[in-house]
């Protein structure tokens, strides 16, 4: 049996895997994905990869195969698309360039402008830079905290659709939603948190049939 | 050009500590201390001692990084002044005590003496001053821009947090920029001492010329620091010209407060709603 690509109590995630991590505002999805990343003490073992990564700096987990996209996108605003990919990859010379070109054929929005300032972009674009530079290093796991925020129903419906083709190639993704709606049609599992402590999990149908969860499943 | 060395060191270390570092203007002194004493020793010329003042000036920025900076990383950054004011008073007492409170003279870059350019009469040191400055301007312009380094520098002092989830690791940049504008504040200071001699006392002079250059420029700006400090130098010697000198220091901070009254974020900075 391969071993989980996360596991974080109650929150598993194998290969290829996509689970939606649901709650309202406060409800601890920055804190599981700042625990995972390591910015936070678990209190409980972490598992990334089959290994415990307890004592593991923030830059070791990311370095080991994790992409994050934060809230808010937080792109880094005065360097241009193309050295935000540059700055945020640890590959060597010739293989960031060949990732880079592949990232602009990913997202060609992106590629038709590699010189302009991030904070140039629109939101949307914004949010590719940032789904993007997560992927330069190509994540094992991909952690994605409410990236559907700000964005108009074009840029969300284009960003969901990347998500399965990305699973596809084996990446684990672990995407937190306030509204449940938007990500469940893409999620294969989903989690529920509530100040702090998981409330609920399961399959989607499972988490979407309970009647307990009608106020966040209505969101979206 | 040796103000822009000073102010770029500032930048520097501000975005990478996320912080003013208050002993920026003492590791100026102490370059052109170190060149003095060098100098002393050797007999060598202020050309062939730069890279050794270089040296020891990098390694009092890794020390400072090291004591003063990065144990307080995750402290209000209030904890960072007082740790680097400490640092200078340090420094400006440790070197009234080894030298005296005399100034000394730092050894020319080149000699003394003028080359004469199509019968107009330049002085080695001045000329040497910008060369050597633009050569650095230059050096740290490539390093910033053109380098997986500089792009990783720049996405520290853009965003701390984010840098370090992204997976580059935050603290051995601080290190590293700290130690470049160690290296800069050192060349300054050999730069400087020779027409403007060293004394202990001089570092709140070169802190302050360094803070208002980057608050004209463009708090965090590094094209803003190198020409807030051009800019400075050329409005001190065209006032020092017209009126005289004593009317300079005044001139200068007038025009800086109208600078700030009209232009808060400075000339190059960010507006708030430019970050994204």
Redesign the interface.
Known sequence: MTAAVLQLGEIVLAAGEIVALLGGNGAGKTTTFETI?G?QDAGQPVLLFGQDVKNWT??RR??AGIG?V?EG???????TVR??L???S?LA?SA?QRRLDEMFALFPQLGERPYAR??L?SGGQ?QMLALA??LM?RPRLLLLDEPTLGLAPLAVADLLGRLRPLAADGTAILVGEQRAGLVLDVAHRAVVLSRGRIVRSGTVAEVAADPALADLMAGG | MAYALVALGFVLALNAAGAVNFAHGDHVVLGGAAAVVAGLWTGLPGLLLLPLVALVLAAVGILAARIAILPLATRPPEATFVATIALAAMIEQGLTVTMGSAPHTAPPLLGAGAFEIAGIALGRQPVAIVVVGTVLVGALWFLLERTQVGRRMRAVASDRHMARAVGIPVARYVVLSLALAGTLAGIAGLLLGHQFLVAPTQGAGHMLKAYIAVAIGGWGSVLGALLGALGIGFFETFVSATVGDAWASAALYVAVLAILILRPQGLFGEPAGRRA
């Open positions: 990343l910015f923030v830059e990311v370095r994050y934060p996108r937080r792109v880094f605003a005065g360097l050295e935000n540059e700055a945020a640890s010379r960031r991030a904070w972009l914004q530079r997560a290093d």
